[in-house]
Each structure stands twice: as structure tokens, then as C-alpha cells.
């Protein structure tokens, strides 16, 4: 009878020193912050049966006293939000907490990976294939003054061999605007109006879209307009809901609709029907630039008379230190004032291929590049090996590690 009544007092009490400090806790916690009424009513509710408030009214609560500040940290993560494949692997430091007797413990193992992180050759000499470390300087084109007082470009130094090999590396392997160019989507079966107008067709789909894309865009037009196929007079009588229809795939499809409407029109009537045979009657067309304009007129009507200067051209150009220009408008002219006439064709060609496969937008593979091996190209990035460690956690049951301290008691009373 006793035991019993001590068991029951001490259970009392137990429970009523649970309620208190409970009490003390919110207490502390609820110091600082703003409380509403419907928070204060929670706090009362809590303190007096000791369970929790509803779950519906708990989740009111912490929206009306946290919508500002999440609305604000969400604003700024999605402002400042990076792909995490660009960081590397790191071990973020753990707070440590006080463990019950029944949480299981962890033991940590380090095991090491391998990362690999890029840099540029001004940090990180690149080593050639002899083994001697090589740093590449820009060495664009020069304006001198000759004798006469007449200004003299000197194309830059090494350009030819930096030429060769690219060309060389051009030969390896097949880019999508060797099968799918503009210059290789007109049919050869129609009569050489309808291709050359065919060819501008592709080269104004081209804007902003990729080979592929833009090949199937006018595989679309060749084979579902009425027989013969892709010619001015069928442009002119198709709908235009239908020809956005067709060549939907394509960046900016709805303006390139407007564009090929209504350069349909103006070539019936200013140009008898065929496109134009100058560069400022291309240029006069809507939707069409100058890159368009010097493409068209060395694709369709065989005559070379500038350089079309593209977003590959533009990019490469510049990494290589030819120059050191912000619009393709000024790489082609200084491309033009130093660059041998009969390479205006092919440079087109040769380098956006070269930026499909080796030196891309993003991630260029300088590795497999001859240019970076021969310490050739500035703009080289080298690859190095960084070791990282992760952590590996092991549990350990509770009753092991409470055994474990319970033992190391007793070894320090004795």
C-alpha cells in the first residue's frame, strides 16, 4: 500500500514539474516576437492540457507571422538561384545536439572522390607535348603606318597556323551544318529561282534556331505545301495561321511569319519574283541583316562579297585574339581588313562547325582541342583534379551506446 502511494506522488509530481518548466519554455520562447491573439490563445490552450493546438490554426499562425520574411527570402533565391552542379562537394559543418538515451548515435568515415575543377591558362600553365609549359598571349591585329602615312593592317601573328589546325580538326569529325546548313536545305530537283528562293527562306528560319530545328522547319514547308512544294507563288496564297503551323519549331515562329509574308509580297512586286542580287536589296528585306544578306548571296548567287559574321564567328574570333570586338558588325570588318579574300566563304562555315563541336557556347572542350595543346589559343581553360572527401555515417543502436556510458561510470567510480 505504500509503494503504491509513493509511486502515485511521484507521479504527481513528475507531472506537475513537467507542466511548469513546459510553462517556463514558452515562456522564453515567446520573448521577442510579435504575438496575435489567435498566438496568445495557442500558448494558453498549450500551457493548460499540454498538447498541441490544432494543426489547422497552428499552420494560420506561422503564416500570418512569417508571410513577410519568406515572401522575402523566396524573392531572393529565385533572384540569385544556381544550378548546384556548379559548386563543388562540401561538407557543411553540423551543429551538435544533446542526445537522449535512445537516439542512436553516429560514427563518421571519410572516403575521398574525385572532382574536377576548370581554370584559366593565365593561372594554370598549359603543358604542350614535349612537356613545356606554354601561355598563350593575345596577339590581335595590328594598324600601322606605312611610309606614305597610309594606315596598314597586319593580320595577327600565328593566325594561319591557328587556320590550318582548326580546318584539320574540321576534318575529324561531322557538325550539323555540314548535313543541315542553310546551304544544303534547298532541293535540287526544283528550277534555280525556287532554290535560291529557298535558300532565303532558310537562311530567315535560321535566326535563333538550331540546324536541326531548322531543318525540320523546312522539311515541314517542301513537303506540305501544294506541289511543287516551297515556292514564292505557294507563300503568297498560304494562310498565314497555316504557315505559322509549320514552322512552329522554330525561334520567334510568330514574327518570322509576318517577315516571310511579307517579303513574299515585296518580291513579286519589286524583284520580278526572284530575290535580290545585291546586298542592299537583301538588306532591304524585312527580317533579313546583314549576315543573312552576305550568306545568301554567296550561297544562291555564287558571289562572295563580304564575310557573314555570325554568334560562332563573333565568339571565336574573339577567344582567339584576332580582336577584341562587342558586335558582329565590327568582327566583320575587322575581319575583312586583314583575312585573305578567298577564305570569306569557307570561314563561315568552317567555324560554326568548330563551334558545334569542340569550342561550344558553353563547356568548350579545350581538351580535345589541337589549338590548346599547341598553347595556340589565349583563351584555353586547363583541367586539374581536386580531391574532396564526403562523410559516411554508421548508427549505432541506443541501448549499445547507454551500455557503453554506463560502463564508463562505473570505471570512474571505481
Known amino acids: 500500500m505504500k509503494l503504491n502511494v509513493g509511486a502515485a506522488a511521484r507521479k504527481k509530481s513528475v507531472k506537475h514539474g513537467g507542466s511548469a518548466l513546459c510553462?517556463?519554455?514558452?515562456?522564453?520562447?515567446?520573448?521577442?516576437?510579435?504575438?496575435?491573439?489567435?498566438?496568445?490563445?495557442?500558448?494558453?490552450?498549450?500551457?493548460a492540457d499540454g498538447?498541441?493546438?490544432?494543426?489547422?490554426?497552428?499552420?494560420?499562425?506561422?503564416?500570418?507571422?512569417?508571410t513577410d520574411d519568406d515572401s522575402e527570402l523566396s524573392s531572393l533565391a529565385s533572384s540569385t538561384a544556381v544550378d548546384i552542379e556548379d559548386f563543388p562537394i562540401e561538407i557543411s559543418p553540423s551543429?551538435?545536439?544533446?542526445?537522449?538515451?535512445?537516439?542512436?548515435?553516429?560514427?563518421?568515415?571519410?572516403?575521398?572522390?574525385?572532382?574536377?575543377t576548370r581554370s584559366s591558362p593565365r593561372k594554370a600553365g598549359l603543358k604542350a607535348e614535349d612537356g613545356t609549359v606554354k601561355k598563350a598571349r593575345r596577339q590581335p591585329?595590328?594598324?600601322?603606318?606605312?611610309?606614305?602615312?597610309?594606315?596598314?593592317?597586319?593580320?595577327?601573328?600565328?593566325?594561319?597556323?591557328?587556320?590550318?589546325?582548326?580546318?584539320?580538326?574540321?576534318?575529324?569529325?561531322?557538325?550539323?551544318?555540314?548535313?543541315?546548313?542553310?546551304?544544303?536545305?534547298?532541293e535540287e530537283r526544283v528550277s534555280p529561282r525556287d532554290k535560291r528562293f529557298q535558300t532565303l527562306i532558310a537562311l530567315m528560319l535560321s535566326s535563333q534556331t538550331k540546324d536541326t530545328t531548322n531543318a525540320i522547319a523546312m522539311r515541314r514547308l517542301q513537303s506540305e505545301l501544294p506541289v511543287p512544294g516551297l515556292t514564292l507563288e505557294n507563300i503568297l496564297?498560304?494562310?498565314?495561321?497555316?504557315l505559322n503551323e509549320m514552322i512552329y519549331v522554330v525561334g520567334f515562329h510568330n514574327n518570322k511569319t509576318r517577315y516571310i509574308k511579307a517579303t513574299a509580297v515585296i518580291l513579286r512586286d519589286s524583284f520580278a519574283g526572284d530575290i535580290p542580287d545585291?546586298?542592299?536589296?537583301?538588306?532591304?528585306l524585312p527580317g533579313v541583316g546583314p549576315k543573312m544578306a552576305y550568306l545568301c548571296l554567296s550561297a544562291a548567287w555564287g558571289r562572295t562579297e563580304g564575310i557573314g559574321v555570325d554568334v560562332h564567328v563573333h565568339r571565336i574570333t574573339n577567344l582567339w585574339g584576332w580582336h577584341k570586338t562587342k558586335q558582329p558588325e565590327e568582327t566583320?570588318?575587322?575581319?575583312?581588313?586583314?583575312?585573305?579574300?578567298?577564305k570569306?566563304?569557307?570561314?563561315?562555315?568552317?567555324?560554326?562547325?568548330?563551334?558545334?563541336?569542340?569550342?561550344?557556347?558553353?563547356?568548350?572542350?579545350?581538351?580535345?582541342?589541337?589549338l590548346s595543346a599547341k598553347g595556340l589559343c589565349p583563351s584555353a581553360v586547363a583541367q586539374k583534379i581536386r580531391v574532396t572527401k564526403k562523410v559516411k555515417k554508421e548508427q549505432v543502436s541506443g541501448a549499445h551506446l547507454q551500455g557503453l556510458e554506463m560502463q564508463t561510470v562505473k570505471e570512474e567510480l571505481l
Not at 550539323?176 to 536545305?185: I, K, S
Not at 496564297?237 to 497555316?242: E, G, H, L, M, S
Not at 545585291?278 to 532591304?284: A, D, Q
Open 344 to 370: 570569306w566563304h569557307e570561314i563561315n562555315h568552317l567555324l560554326v562547325g568548330f563551334g558545334q563541336t569542340i569550342c561550344l557556347p558553353v563547356g568548350r572542350r579545350c581538351g580535345e582541342c589541337t
Open 237 to 242: 496564297d498560304v494562310d498565314p495561321v497555316r
Open 95 to 116: 551543429r551538435k545536439r544533446k542526445r537522449e538515451s535512445d537516439t542512436p548515435a553516429t560514427t563518421l568515415t571519410s572516403i575521398s572522390t574525385r572532382t574536377t
Open 278 to 284: 545585291t546586298i542592299e536589296g537583301l538588306i532591304s
Open 332 to 342: 566583320r570588318a575587322a575581319l575583312e581588313a586583314w583575312l585573305p579574300r578567298e
Open 141 to 186: 591585329a595590328q594598324k600601322l603606318y606605312n611610309e606614305a602615312g597610309e594606315v596598314e593592317i597586319h593580320a595577327p601573328k600565328n593566325w594561319e597556323e591557328m587556320y590550318d589546325s582548326m580546318k584539320e580538326m574540321r576534318k575529324r569529325s561531322l557538325a550539323p551544318v555540314d548535313t543541315m546548313g542553310c546551304e544544303t536545305l534547298a
Open 51 to 66: 498538447n498541441s493546438p490544432n494543426k489547422t490554426k497552428d499552420a494560420t499562425i506561422k503564416q500570418e507571422d512569417f
Open 23 to 47: 510553462d517556463r519554455a514558452l515562456q522564453k520562447s515567446a520573448i521577442g516576437r510579435r504575438q496575435t491573439r489567435s498566438f496568445a490563445t495557442s500558448l494558453q490552450a498549450f500551457s
